[in-house]
């Protein structure tokens, strides 16, 4: 079924399609559908976002007038719609959502300009994308009528429902909440329409967590009817390599994790060392050709970690067919990085490969190896059977470490990971050496040998942004900005952990590396990285063509466009099948001029010829659409929420084992209505609010950032620990409540 951001994203406004066409494009054939689109093109038209020209062709109109944004409720009750452009957000009164619900795409019109500290004001014309196809929801009996009372309360709707679904009636004590299939929005008066597709009893059934938490984030992992076609890979002509020592480094235990590169060293030359890594060929075997390909990907961007395996964006089968298993040869897509002893760059080359991986270095390798009292004895019973690998392993630990180094005299910096101590979630406190969302790096860990590889990804994925772009070749890319958008004195004055004895530079303001090496109490640095987490901006992937980026170099400090990692996103997905194009279609010489290697590092000074025609573009810019790109980052953002959440309710069942139980909690935040807790062991925030505060009338001084009792003036400021005892938790919500004692 179309949507309608997918009949405008089909519009162009330089060029007129009829309608026989755009049912092509929409790949619409039942009579319904395309009765529908007619109803949808009407209007459009009278909206004004389209027009149709005397030969009845439909365009795009592209008006100034109206803005793409999303919506974003709160529950209570305010609405802003966010635009696309990061410009300030516009204020929609609930009256004129027009429907929309929390998540939305959508166009506005703005109605008011805003003045001095007040937002613009709006309403919804158009609603282009709904995001909550399925809703969880709890049943409840209404004027005789059943309908499905949406547990997020920013969604201010109810979804009428068919009798027989009363048998799902709400009960507290099983907390029995539905999933509910939508099938049609809220039209101006009429209620919603949906039915219920299951029932999750979260108060005895523990297992229902996983597909809970996928409902409330709109990841819906339903099996797909289409499947990519796998094909026998093309080229035969390989490079072998399958005699070398290959290792992989990996932490990653639970079934179906995302395929790992796997490494091998070469100290053949005395003045530098060859770095291979070997990057698992999956798009070698899959059939582009295949015009329902992209369509495989709607709706399914990335490999997610569950609590018991990992569920796959890429069919199961081709990933066993290219995954790297011991003693068994395979197909890599591979890069030699030429190091000095200096551990500087000095040369690099891809390659198409056959490799053997003979050993995975897991965390208990690491530990031995990091703890160990001399390099040259190895005593221990862990190191033993790893022994002929130990050299290569200790000369990527210490690369690694020098790569790290490098990035962060570049004005990068750490944020450790929260503290866990529940084994059920272990999983997704593991680094994910190929995830760029976040703007700083993880802190080495001797217990996740994947915060080493973490650099040695990166530089790979940093090598091949600089080689495609350098050939004009499209990628898709993180873009890493200097941070001085960060507000350091702000985090200072919402945290408050600074003595006035705190020297400030000579514009009366800090840079965040001083912070960090001032902060060295563990609590202190635990507040700090908790606001800078808040902060900091979620990066999104970007489509690359060098000749639209030329100011690319005045505000980034570096990019990288990741392909290391092909089965855990569409990002490292599509930027592998750009490699493989250029083995297969790129043209190495022209005319009479001499064959170049393409290849290797400063190659491009040799090319003034285009490496890739039109013919073999044509699927590139398929994959490489913004509008996938686009939906890529949409559900980016919904799979980073999911894992944030599964994390919480997991904490949340924890921490109703402790009802009436008194912890020494850390004081994190500071808000008028009250101030938020942070549990030992649990290491969850629970919330002590005002109103549990019986021993005097506090107020919030917003300048400190702490509540004083009027009377006693008694005070709760960030970074106090109190005795607080939990009362009760919502699962639903998330939230745990406190009272000190």
Known sequence: MFCTSSIIDN?????????????????????SEKTKLEIALNALEKLEIIGKNDKNQFFNIDSQTHIKAKIRCSSKGFCFAVREDSSEDIYIKENLLNYAWNGDKV?????????????PEGIVDCI??????????????????????????????????????????????????????????PIAQPDGLGHVISELRLNVDEESDNDFVLSKNNLNLIDKTKEIKIIEPEIKDRLDLTAERCFMLKSWEKDKSPLMPIFHIDYSDRDNTKVWLHANSIVERIDFNDKNIIEVFIENFESIPLINSWKNFLDNKLCELSQFEINKPNKAISLCITISNKHEIKDWSFHLTNVTCKLIVDNNHLEALLNRKSKTRITSKTLK?????????DYLVELSKSLRQRYLSMGRFEIAKEDNEIN?????????PSDYTNEYYEPFNSNDIQTYLSPLVLIADWIWFEHSKNFNLVNASYHFKDLNYINVNEIIKQTQILNSNFELD?????????????????????IINKNLSNILNLNKAEIFKNNENKNLSENISYSVSPWTFPSFNYINFINQYTIYNLFRTGKRSYKDLKEVNIFKKDSWELVNWKLLNASSLKITNRLFDPIMIDKYNDYKDRSKLYCSNIINIKKIREAEKYINKV??????????????????????????????????????????????????KNTFSVGDLIDVKILKVDILKYQVDLEIV
């Not at 519009?11 to 009579?31: A, G, H, P």
Request: charged share 30%; net charge positive.
């Open 107 to 119: 166009l506005v019109r703005i109605l008011k300009e805003g003045i001095k500290r007040r937002s």
């Open 385 to 393: 059977p790893i022994k002929d690998f130990i050299e290569d392993i």
């Open 663 to 712: 912890f020494k909690g850390l004081i994190i935040t500071v808000q008028s209505y009250g101030f938020f807790v942070e549990l030992p062991n649990i290491f969850i925030e629970g919330l002590v609010h005002v109103s549990t505060l019986n021993d005097d009338w506090y107020e919030y001084r917003s300048r400190q950032n702490l509540l004083v009792g009027r009377k006693s």
């Open 128 to 185: 282009l994308e709904r995001t909550n196809k399925i809703l969880l929801a709890k049943i409840q009996i209404i004027d005789g009528e059943v309908y499905g009372i949406p547990i997020d309360d920013r969604i201010l709707s109810k979804i009428k429902l068919p009798k027989n679904n009363k048998k799902f009636l709400y009960d507290p004590k099983l907390k029995n909440i539905v999933k509910i299939q939508i099938d049609m929005f």
């Open 11 to 31: 519009l162009k406004k330089d060029q007129s399609i009829e309608f026989k066409r755009l049912c092509r494009l929409l790949k619409l054939t039942k009579k």
């Open 424 to 432: 059920s979630i272990s999983e997704f406190f593991i680094n994910n």
């Open 506 to 526: 000579e514009d009366g303001t800090v840079s965040l590396s001083k912070l960090f090496n001032y902060c060295e109490d563990t609590n202190k640095k635990r």
